[in-house]
């Protein structure tokens, strides 16, 4: 279970993370890095459908985007 003190501490850690990137090259890998770090952590918590879902979304934008 997350608390509302962890979720406010993940928001201000990837917002800085964010702020800190001045390409959108960057901020793409700030994303990812954030979506790999949720998915660790709901297969941690017995959530690891949220890996195919990861997979499926990254799957649609290649398509998306002439892949």
């Not at 702020?19 to 017995?46: F, M, N, P, Q, S």
């Amino acid at each position: 279970m997350t608390t509302p003190r962890q979720t406010q501490n993940r928001a201000k850690h990837w917002n800085a993370r964010i702020a800190e990137a001045t390409t959108e090259k960057e901020r793409a890998g700030v994303w990812y890095d954030a979506c790999r770090t949720l998915a660790i952590k709901a297969e941690r918590e017995g959530r690891p459908e949220v890996w195919r879902k990861l997979t499926e979304e990254l799957h649609d934008f290649f398509k998306r985007n002439g892949g």
